[in-house]
Structures are given as structure tokens and as C-alpha cells.
């Protein structure tokens, strides 16, 4: 069975600095790859995806993530991050056969960000 | 236009009712989903649904049936609600076997 693990809770970071978080996942083939953001009180909002190709993707509001196969990792990152980044993070991990499974997702970072 | 709509936005209902959530996505997609996020925020699938035939159905109590008149719309109806109902509940949309979905704004249901 997949998962996703996200192994940091809480992160806090100082508004100008950079920001990683991570992301490991368990399934049988590569994977679909994603990062949604939730905002207090608000839905699931796409950040990024990866399917095939290129192993580093770009996203939406100056995030990345870099797909490593050998670590099972697909980590988040932002040079800078702006205090409208302080959300909630989530990973998850899609079934790539095609398939109309739903995601599973990690359980989330909650990213705090200090004046 | 909104992509994927949930009304009612919050619910708050007593313990014992039959209570209904809907779903309408715009984007022409093969396939909805519903999710349930606990006060911990873990995420969790319900149900997908594909060309209206049900595709999969995790471990959910069947007091919760997913509903779809038609390939826009995937109704959540909830019978004899309990405590422990209480969430936030998402519906999703994506093209079939593309793999990236798109939620809803979510409906926060409260029991009593």
C-alpha cells in the first residue's frame, strides 16, 4: 500500500529565508508526486506536480520540488518565503496506472513564518 | 467560475440526523471524489466515483452514501450522524487517470 510520510509537524522560519520541506513516499512504481497548501479555513490549493520528465518542477508562488528516486523523496522548497506562506503543507502520492484512486496524503506541516 | 463548488459551506446539525452535502464541478472531469479531514487535518479518501459508477470505497461507515445524478455532480447524503462525523469534507474532481485533482472549498460539518 502507498504512503507519505511528512516527518516535520510544525517548521518555523524568519520571513526572507528559505524553506524546505520534506516529503517521503512508499509505492510500488513511480509515482505521481504532489504538494497542495491549505490556508486557515480554506481548501486544498495545487502547488505542484510531478508526473514524469524533469525531476525538478516549478510551481506556483516561487515553490519547487526536486524528485529523488533513490531517496524516495520529493521535497518542497521556496528561496524566500513571505508571511503569506505560514499554511498548512501536504504531500501526496498518486496512483500513476491510471487509475481513478484517490490521493494519499501525509499528514501535513504546519509552516509558521516570524517576522 | 468557481471549479469545484460545495454547498453547504458549514453544517451544524444534531446527533441522529440525515444530513446532505453537494458537490458541483465545472471542468468537465470524468471522475469525483469525497474526503474526510479530521481535526488533525489528516486526509483521508472516502469515495471516487467515475462516469457515475463507484470506484472505490475505503472503510467508511455505510450510514454515508455517495450520490451522482450526473458526471458534474457527486452528492454526499450522511444518515444517522454521529459525534464523530464531525469534519471538515472535500470534494475532488480530476480527469480520468490524469492523477491531479482539484478541490472544493470544503464543508465544515459540526454534530452535536
Known amino acids: 500500500a502507498q504512503s507519505v510520510t511528512q516527518p516535520d509537524i510544525h517548521i518555523t522560519v524568519s520571513e526572507g529565508a528559505s524553506l524546505e520541506l520534506r516529503c517521503n513516499y512508499s509505492?510500488?512504481?513511480?509515482?505521481?508526486l504532489f504538494w497542495y497548501v491549505q490556508s486557515p479555513g480554506q481548501g486544498l490549493q495545487l502547488l505542484l506536480k510531478?508526473?514524469?520528465?524533469?525531476?525538478l518542477v516549478q510551481g506556483i508562488k516561487g515553490f519547487e520540488a526536486e524528485f529523488k528516486r533513490s531517496q524516495s523523496s520529493f521535497n518542497l522548497r521556496k528561496p524566500s518565503v513571505h508571511w503569506s506562506d505560514a499554511a498548512e503543507y501536504f504531500c501526496a502520492v498518486g496512483d500513476s496506472g491510471g487509475g481513478a484512486d484517490g490521493l494519499t496524503f501525509g499528514k501535513g506541516t504546519h509552516l509558521i513564518i516570524q517576522p | 467560475d468557481t471549479a469545484v463548488s460545495q454547498t453547504p459551506k458549514y453544517l451544524v446539525t444534531q446527533m441522529g440526523n440525515d444530513k446532505s452535502i453537494k458537490c458541483e464541478q465545472n471542468?468537465?472531469?470524468?471522475?469525483m471524489y469525497w474526503y474526510k479531514q479530521d481535526s488533525k487535518k489528516f486526509l483521508k479518501i472516502m469515495f471516487s466515483y467515475n462516469n457515475k459508477e463507484l470506484i472505490i470505497n475505503e472503510t467508511v461507515p455505510n450510514r454515508f452514501s455517495p450520490k451522482s445524478p450526473d458526471k458534474a455532480h457527486l452528492n454526499l447524503h450522511i444518515n444517522s450522524l454521529e459525534l464523530g462525523d464531525s469534519a471538515v469534507y472535500f470534494c475532488?474532481?480530476?480527469?480520468?487517470?490524469?492523477?491531479?485533482?482539484?478541490f472544493g472549498p470544503g464543508t465544515r460539518l459540526t454534530v452535536l
Open positions: 475532488a474532481s480530476s480527469p480520468q487517470g490524469a492523477g491531479t485533482q482539484y
Open positions: 510531478y508526473f514524469s520528465g524533469d525531476t
Open positions: 471542468l468537465g472531469h470524468d471522475t
Open positions: 509505492y510500488g512504481a513511480t509515482p505521481y
